[in-house]
């Protein structure tokens, strides 16, 4: 499965420690792992955390725990009847812990001092839950499907029965009409031997074999026994099937009462589109099946091309409705002359084709394609009577592992051949699974060069946010927000590419044209008789960055510029987990007069412990408290603790992100310093707010 910010874990942490409970879910954090994480203080909360909807994905549950101890945990999750993982978290392993753990039913031991298995172990444990929630999600459609199969069955008029051991275990009413029988109890557990005539017994004992060794032919023709005695000609189609759990074999009997050569004719006149000779559209999505089926399971490659005439309406104006029937049949021809003898046709619509090249990839599957549309495009057709020029529209799909789907196959063939139709017709479109891999190379490729290039030619530019005083005397305050020049001229916002830029390194570099620029617009103002203090976000690779101190220290000196008027902002989960890394930079960092705040405040678990441990300037409520601030009092709420404990700590707090008044007036009244939003002043290239 796919781990990242648009899938949140929601972990319940059962541990004494606030900070241990606060690393590990920062630590999840920074491995990419979006977590909602909650910690029940008693055994009161865990139950009402465990009862609620949705239900936390994962226990972690420390052993050692006397708030609520792993008995206690277990005992809550047994008693809920879910499927909630436990994992415990242990400091050291030995024989006496893994038996406890097995004792007590969780489902592994975390350990504790090691990030990199904590990481590893959650990220199995998810991908295990998921594979068992959807696991039951299938179960209860192939349920669904039985019933309805049942159903069809049922009221099918073709004689179906189910063999087990040779036994029958099933037959539709069909079935047993054409033997003689009133209902199941009469044939059931009956041998499928005793309804074949006497003189064709051998032979069927000799199938019956083949049957159990796995080598069933498809169809067997043989003379049947009625429940009166009588026999009739009859042909029977075996097909592999499971009934209730059980492997058995599906029996589909039809009465013969023709020839057998003109039978095996008029079978292979059922699989043909009388129009066309083509295979018809039931025959060919047999063979689709079979194809994806191999592709998924012996990692093999197949191409599907569906092919529609371009502006068909227009040509059944010119030649009339009468005549639409020749000129499928004139186009069925040229399409059966261009094509190899192992490819697949078929008629799959009303003015459809479908081609399946087996063993094909993504080059032989192109070049098929741009074959047929050349053949259409440079021929003339001839019907009855008239000779016609048209193009053809062709989309495909190269079928692999990847997409070993006959639903999603057709979806996509379907969408590529409505492309080629869109933009003109006269068209190939062929979806390959495997290129989005290469694109995405190519387009992260393109972008550490546009990056690089961006930092040589400095190409990144500012905009300027204003935050606005809730309390107290105006100051001039601004937010400086990274935007990126694109080759046309338009702003590309940072996180289009920070994240291919911490995948190469290059945070390092943004950070510090980040701060350099800031420090220059500092110093440029002062000049100009402006105290103007200046927030700016740094990224965790700073605190590895031992020149940047050095740099701003530079850089202050260069521009004439006040430390004081700089703020970086790191968010508070980095801080957290590069403690000791942010402390050396704060100290750093303020022998310049250089304030240090936190952003993203208030997610963690604990957000104020940590200020126990670092000294922030300033905190940035995160902006999820803003999200319909007006309409949730929980929000509310969580705000006002945060401007409390700050104000008794003596920290400024900030709202950024505010949408409306109604909010603007919730934030006065908790107390908080400052608000920032397109509400009040969208951020901008120009510094001209009046405070």
Same mark, same amino acid.
């Given at each position: 499965?796919?781990?990242? =910010?648009?899938?949140?874990?929601?972990?319940?942490?059962?541990?004494?420690?606030?900070?241990?409970?606060?690393?590990?879910?920062?630590?999840?954090?920074?491995?990419? &792992?979006?977590?909602?994480?909650?910690?029940?203080?008693?055994?009161?909360?865990?139950?009402?955390?465990?009862?609620?909807?949705?239900?936390?994905?994962?226990?972690?549950?420390?052993?050692?725990?006397?708030?609520?101890?792993?008995?206690?945990?277990?005992?809550?999750?047994?008693?809920?009847?879910?499927?909630?993982?436990?994992?415990?978290?242990?400091?050291?392993?030995?024989?006496?812990?893994?038996?406890?753990?097995?004792?007590?039913?969780?489902?592994?031991?975390?350990?504790?001092?090691?990030?990199?298995?904590?990481?590893?172990?959650?990220?199995?444990?998810?991908?295990?839950?998921?594979?068992?929630?959807?696991?039951?999600?299938?179960?209860?459609?192939?349920?669904?499907?039985?019933?309805?199969?049942?159903?069809?069955?049922?009221?099918?008029? /073709?004689? &179906?029965?189910?063999?087990?051991?040779?036994?029958?275990?099933?037959?539709?009413?069909?079935?047993?009409?054409?033997?003689?029988? /009133?209902?199941?109890?009469?044939?059931?557990?009956?041998?499928?031997?005793?309804?074949?005539?006497?003189?064709?017994?051998?032979?069927?004992?000799?199938?019956?074999?083949?049957?159990?060794?796995?080598?069933?032919?498809?169809?067997?023709?043989?003379?049947?026994?009625?429940?009166?005695?009588?026999?009739?000609?009859?042909?029977?189609?075996?097909?592999?099937?499971?009934?209730?759990?059980?492997?058995?074999?599906?029996?589909?009997?039809?009465?013969?009462?023709?020839?057998?050569?003109?039978?095996?004719?008029?079978?292979?006149?059922?699989?043909?589109?009388?129009?066309?000779?083509?295979?018809?559209?039931?025959?060919?999505?047999?063979?689709?099946?079979?194809?994806?089926?191999?592709?998924?399971?012996?990692?093999?490659?197949?191409?599907?091309?569906?092919?529609?005439?371009?502006?068909?309406?227009?040509?059944?104006?010119? &030649?009339? !409705?009468?005549?639409?029937?020749?000129?499928?049949?004139?186009?069925?021809?040229?399409?059966?002359?261009?094509?190899?003898?192992?490819?697949?046709?078929?008629?799959?619509?009303?003015?459809?084709?479908?081609?399946?090249?087996?063993?094909?990839?993504?080059?032989?599957?192109?070049?098929?394609?741009?074959?047929?549309?050349?053949?259409?495009?440079?021929?003339?057709?001839?019907?009855?009577?008239?000779?016609?020029?048209?193009?053809?529209?062709?989309?495909?799909?190269?079928?692999?592992? =990847? &997409?070993?789907?006959?639903?999603?196959?057709?979806?996509?063939?379907?969408?590529?051949?409505?492309?080629?139709?869109?933009?003109?017709?006269?068209?190939?479109?062929?979806?390959?699974?495997?290129?989005?891999?290469?694109?995405?190379?190519?387009?992260?490729?393109?972008?550490?060069?546009?990056?690089?290039?961006?930092?040589?030619?400095?190409?990144?530019?500012?905009?300027?946010?204003?935050?606005?005083?809730?309390?107290?005397?105006?100051?001039?305050?601004?937010?400086?927000?990274?935007?990126?020049?694109?080759?046309?001229?338009? !702003?590309?916002?940072?996180?289009?590419?920070?994240?291919?830029?911490?995948?190469?390194?290059?945070?390092?570099?943004?950070?510090?044209?980040?701060?350099?620029?800031?420090?220059?617009?500092?110093?440029?103002?002062?000049?100009?008789?402006?105290?103007?203090?200046?927030?700016?976000?740094?990224?965790?690779?700073?605190?590895?960055?031992?020149?940047?101190?050095?740099?701003?220290?530079?850089?202050?000196?260069?521009?004439?510029?006040?430390?004081?008027?700089?703020?970086?902002?790191?968010?508070?989960?980095?801080?957290?987990?590069?403690?000791?890394?942010?402390?050396?930079?704060?100290?750093?960092?303020?022998?310049?007069?250089?304030?240090?705040?936190?952003?993203?405040?208030?997610?963690?678990?604990?957000?104020?412990?940590?200020?126990?441990?670092?000294?922030?300037?300033?905190?940035?409520?995160?902006?999820?408290?803003?999200?319909?601030?007006?309409?949730?009092?929980?929000?509310?709420?969580?705000?006002? /603790?945060?401007?409390?404990?700050?104000?008794?700590?003596?920290?400024?707090?900030?709202?950024?992100?505010?949408?409306?008044?109604?909010?603007?007036?919730?934030?006065?009244?908790?107390?908080?310093?400052?608000?920032?939003?397109?509400?009040?002043?969208?951020?901008?290239?120009?510094?001209?707010? /009046?405070?």
């Amino acid at each position: 499965m796919q781990f990242g =910010k648009d899938t949140a874990l929601r972990l319940l942490i059962v541990d004494d420690s606030v900070e241990a409970a606060e690393a590990i879910v920062s630590g999840l954090r920074n491995s990419g &792992i979006a977590v909602r994480p909650s910690r029940p203080e008693n055994e009161a909360e865990l139950a009402g955390m465990i009862a609620q909807h949705p239900l936390p994905d994962i226990v972690l549950a420390a052993r050692e725990a006397r708030a609520v101890p792993i008995t206690k945990v277990m005992q809550a999750v047994d008693a809920s009847g879910k499927d909630l993982p436990v994992l415990m978290l242990i400091d050291s392993i030995d024989d006496t812990r893994l038996l406890e753990m097995f004792t007590l039913g969780a489902r592994g031991v975390i350990l504790r001092g090691h990030a990199d298995h904590v990481q590893s172990r959650v990220r199995r444990e998810w991908a295990d839950l998921e594979a068992r929630r959807a696991l039951r999600r299938l179960e209860a459609q192939v349920r669904e499907t039985e019933r309805r199969c049942d159903a069809l069955i049922d009221s099918s008029r /073709e004689p &179906i029965a189910y063999i087990h051991e040779g036994m029958h275990i099933r037959a539709n009413p069909a079935y047993l009409e054409i033997f003689g029988f /009133e209902t199941f109890e009469d044939i059931e557990g009956m041998s499928l031997l005793d309804l074949i005539a006497p003189s064709r017994v051998d032979g069927f004992k000799q199938l019956l074999k083949q049957i159990g060794k796995g080598d069933a032919p498809p169809r067997h023709e043989t003379e049947a026994r009625a429940l009166d005695g009588s026999n009739f000609p009859a042909v029977m189609e075996f097909t592999e099937a499971s009934y209730e759990g059980e492997a058995c074999l599906q029996v589909i009997l039809r009465r013969q009462e023709i020839d057998p050569e003109l039978a095996r004719e008029v079978e292979a006149l059922r699989q043909r589109d009388q129009v066309t000779g083509l295979l018809n559209r039931a025959t060919f999505l047999r063979s689709l099946e079979d194809a994806v089926a191999d592709a998924a399971q012996n990692a093999t490659h197949h191409g599907l091309l569906l092919i529609e005439p371009d502006h068909f309406n227009r040509l059944l104006q010119d &030649i009339g !409705l009468d005549a639409a029937d020749s000129l499928i049949a004139a186009m069925a021809e040229r399409l059966r002359a261009a094509l190899g003898p192992d490819d697949i046709a078929a008629r799959f619509g009303e003015h459809q084709f479908a081609v399946l090249t087996n063993n094909s990839d993504h080059k032989r599957s192109m070049g098929l394609a741009e074959s047929l549309r050349t053949a259409f495009a440079d021929h003339v057709l001839e019907t009855a009577d008239r000779s016609l020029s048209t193009t053809v529209s062709i989309g495909g799909v190269l079928i692999g592992e =990847k &997409i070993a789907s006959v639903t999603a196959v057709l979806g996509k063939a379907s969408q590529c051949v409505q492309s080629a139709s869109g933009v003109g017709g006269n068209r190939t479109d062929l979806f390959d699974p495997g290129a989005a891999d290469r694109a995405e190379e190519e387009r992260v490729e393109a972008w550490v060069t546009r990056i690089r290039d961006a930092l040589d030619a400095d190409r990144f530019v500012m905009d300027y946010q204003p935050l606005i005083g809730l309390h107290g005397e105006p100051i001039e305050m601004y937010e400086a927000y990274l935007r990126l020049r694109g080759e046309h001229g338009e !702003l590309v916002p940072p996180l289009t590419f920070l994240q291919i830029a911490e995948e190469h390194g290059l945070l390092w570099e943004i950070d510090r044209w980040v701060v350099g620029k800031a420090i220059a617009v500092i110093g440029e103002r002062m000049r100009a008789g402006k105290q103007t203090t200046m927030l700016v976000k740094i990224t965790q690779a700073s605190l590895q960055d031992n020149t940047l101190q050095q740099f701003i220290q530079e850089q202050l000196a260069r521009h004439g510029a006040d430390g004081k008027l700089l703020v970086l902002q790191l968010p508070e989960s980095k801080v957290f987990t590069h403690l000791r890394a942010a402390q050396e930079f704060q100290a750093t960092v303020a022998q310049h007069g250089v304030r240090v705040g936190l952003e993203q405040f208030g997610v963690g678990l604990n957000s104020f412990q940590l200020l126990t441990h670092f000294d922030a300037a300033l905190l940035k409520i995160d902006r999820s408290y803003m999200e319909d601030l007006t309409g949730n009092p929980d929000h509310q709420q969580r705000v006002r /603790e945060i401007a409390d404990k700050a104000r008794e700590l003596g920290k400024i707090t900030i709202a950024e992100f505010v949408q409306d008044a109604g909010s603007m007036s919730i934030l006065f009244g908790a107390g908080i310093d400052y608000a920032e939003g397109n509400f009040l002043a969208p951020p901008g290239p120009v510094m001209d707010y /009046e405070f």
